[in-house]
């Protein structure tokens, strides 16, 4: 069926040879190093917040170059994973995932996962439209949870969030940190294979990274409109190769999506395990015949075989299994000039008789001997006699010379196209000993020999019946004729144009009509508010109550249990409200205190809202601190000019020096370093004129100068404060 799919792309390109879904896997390498590469590009220009990100984005795409990285980054990541998708699917349906080959079938299963959160946490960093609707499902999937709804009131839903750099951060670590971890995990997928391919041949570098630019350049990505918490997005596009469970995530439970996506991704990494009782047996090594040539070591693909000295005295080495690699693919069996190799169930000496004995036949049909997959296909042709063999890799040139020399009159070889066989090297190995450009090299004399080889999909072996010698090239290197150039571009780019086209489809999330009222809280009972006065009335464990009334009538009452949290007991609610668009009279109340009817109004207005305009209201206690405290906030504090960020330099610790003196009991001593300064003006100075007095042991202008401008006064009081704790 996979084949059949294939075989317009082939029709179009002229010739299997050319067929780019044959190279997924070092085209997955290839797009993966331009994503990395640009990502590190974007990753220089962004800016942490919901504000920021979103203007350092903006900012990209008006300049020329930034607009391409980013453009080259954005499809890049598209086909990276539509090629992986696929590189995974013709390992499943060639059979390539039992056995030795376990390790990369699991460490690609992890790694398309991966892919997966890498891209949604991509999109989720430019805090648009797109970001807004995956918050929409954030919030769906934590709020039913305790840990979950503190997460989103600190993070997201209430003034405290600030300029929200903290939740995007931990968003982009995410996406670096598993960007990484991909890397990693290619290693170790390809670990086992010898030689390793990293890359794509010539012709599908330059022409996969040729129209991946080309694209980039007069196809630019743009930008949605911008995270707007007051209005619900109507539609926007949704790329379907990375956010195709977006509409599942928005119509059922996250939770639910998400476990049935693991429970399958566990299942499909579990198919080697399930398979395992129908693994062919490993090779086996006849040791009388094995005379050390290490020739079947350096055609492993698997590197499945390594040599040892031998004892017994009959040849230096001896050719051993390791039986944990081998995947019973059999090209060892055609290195082999002494028949020293050879899979339990397909002797080679068996197969060398079976064609024997059809030649002395003399019936005038020709010998097809070929790979199993494709001569299944040519059952019962009367025209030819079929000999299978498990691989093409497995036919030594010695083979044909004693078919020949029993009387064949046409021998033909068939296996899988170029770059496609199912064992890596199968085709290739076997082409180039026909050719004799590699050992075991069939012989001079039958270099004019009636041998033809075709290298084509199991599914046209009939034209290859009917004519023999039409696909002879093996070679997945070689270089294509302009003709072949020609339609290699032009077929890559269309598919590359429709792919994009895709990721630019419009989607309407259908979140509501209505418009919204957003009520965050997160609350002790009696506790000031944020933006409202009145004398605290604590009530130490008491939970808070809402009612929220629309035109009188009441919509929401509800009592919160409250937390433990920071030694205080809290309740935390986040509530969604759905009303008709209008002029509308809301009403929110808040009943907290110790007496339970006393309450207090927190909004009581007449409000005119459209369809889907939200209306947000975060309710959060006044934070007190100590002057100290807020020195110590100071002090430890130091992203986004939020902090002096004393920590980077000095430590607290007694004896710990960073880059300078450790700042533990330097209330004791601040006193005592300037004669007729006291241990306050001598920190105040410290911060304000730090070359003023110079520690002994440290140097001059390493601490910034500028804090006298950059601080308030109240913030050097505090910090100063919090200094003279350090006794």
Known sequence: MTLRVERPVNRALGTASLNPLHHTGTLAVLFFVVVSITGIYLTA??????????????????????????????????????????????????????????????????????LWVIGVTGYWLLWDER?????????????????????????????????????????????????????????????????????????????????????????????????????????????PFYLFLFPLGLNFSPWVVFG???????????????????????????????????????????????????????HRQLAVLVPDRCVSCGVCIGSCTDDALSLPEESIDETMATVVALAVREDGRRIVVGCERHLDHAQGDPSVHIVPVNCA????PHLAERALDAGVADIQIVGCAPADCANRFGNTYDQERLDRSRVPRLKRRYTDAP?????????DI???????????????????????????SLVTLALAAITIALTNLPFTPGFTDQAVVSIAMDHQGGAALVGYDGEPELDQGAASRLVVSLDGAVVLDQTYPTVRRDGLDVSQALERIEMAPGRRALRI???????????????????????????????????????????????????????????VCHSLRAGVTIVGPSLANVASEAGSRVPGMTAEEYLR???????????????????????????TEDELDSLVAFLLTLE
């Open 462 to 488: 009939g034209r290859a019946l009917e004519q023999p010698g039409t696909q002879p090239v093996a070679d997945p290197t070689a270089s294509p004729s302009t003709n072949g150039w020609v339609r290699l």
């Open 45 to 114: 220009f962004f800016s942490y917040g919901f504000v920021e990100s979103y203007d350092a984005v903006a900012r990209l795409e008006a300049n020329l170059m930034g607009r391409f990285m980013r453009a080259l980054h954005r499809y890049g990541s598209v086909a990276l994973v539509i090629v992986t998708v696929l590189h995974g699917w013709r390992a499943f349906v060639q059979d390539r995932f039992r056995g030795a080959r376990w390790l990369a079938w699991v460490t690609g299963i992890v790694m398309l996962a991966m």
């Open 451 to 459: 041998i033809v080889s075709d290298w084509i999909p199991s599914i």
């Open 685 to 711: 100075q410290s911060i304000v004129d730090p070359n003023a007095y110079i520690v002994e042991g440290f140097d001059p202008n390493v601490m910034p100068q500028y804090f006298g401008e950059t601080l």
């Open 131 to 239: 970001a807004q609707a995956l918050n929409e499902i954030l919030i769906s999937a934590l709020r039913g949870t305790a840990s979950g709804l503190d997460f989103l009131l600190d993070s997201l839903l209430t003034p405290a969030a600030g300029s929200g750099w903290p939740f995007l951060l931990i968003v982009f670590l995410i996406h670096l940190f598993l960007s990484i971890a991909v890397g990693g995990f290619l290693v170790i997928h390809v670990i086992r294979l010898t030689p390793r391919q990293w890359f794509p041949p010539k012709a599908w570098t330059v022409t996969a990274g040729g129209v991946l630019v080309l694209l980039s350049l007069v196809w630019p990505v743009g930008l949605l409109p911008a995270f707007d918490g007051a209005r619900i997005p109507a539609s926007f596009p949704i790329d």
């Open 589 to 647: 109340e808040l009943f907290d205190r110790i007496d339970p009817a006393a309450k207090t109004v927190l909004f009581d207005e007449n409000v005119s809202v459209l369809e889907r305009d939200v209306l947000e209201f975060s309710f959060i206690d006044q934070v007190v601190e100590t002057q100290a405290e807020a020195g110590r906030s100071l002090f430890l504090r130091n992203s986004l000019g939020v902090g002096a960020g004393c920590r």
């Open 393 to 396: 890799g497995v036919i030594h």
């Open 260 to 314: 049935a996506l693991t429970l399958l991704g566990v299942a499909v990494a579990a198919l080697p395990l399930l398979g395992r009782s129908t693994t062919p047996p490993a090779i086996v090594i006849d040791e009388d015949r094995c005379t050390g040539c290490t020739l079947c070591v350096a055609d492993c693909p698997y590197g499945a075989l390594e040599m040892i000295p031998r004892e017994d005295g009959k």
